[in-house]
């Protein structure tokens, strides 16, 4: 038996991985010129607010418990819970505290 083990990654989601563009909000969260989301198997979630003259990008890192998303930020840690739901069309909601935003992957 080795002394040193190496530590086991969580285990990801599967549904969330890849990209998704927001098509719906109702108003719940600043959609600038549309919002995308990338989810990575290593844990790492990239959240970008498109702009005119910038996107707006940031790094978090996630995992899922039951039917919430968490997330942190890691230069300025802050666990965050989002409840999510998969719909019929299989979009992914996010429900920030009853302000609902609708993605399809891309």
Known sequence: MPFFK?????AVDERFLGTWRLVK???SIDVGNGVTITFTRDGKL????H??????????????????LLTNQPSSPQLESTSFAFDDEDH???DYGGGKSWFARV
């Open 51 to 68: 702009q005119n003259a910038s996107d707006q990008v940031m790094n978090l890192v996630f995992s899922v418990d039951g039917n919430r």
């Open 6 to 10: 190496r530590k086991q990654s969580p």
């Open 46 to 49: 990239t959240y970008v607010i």
């Open 25 to 27: 909000s109702d108003g």
């Open 92 to 94: 992914l909601v996010l």
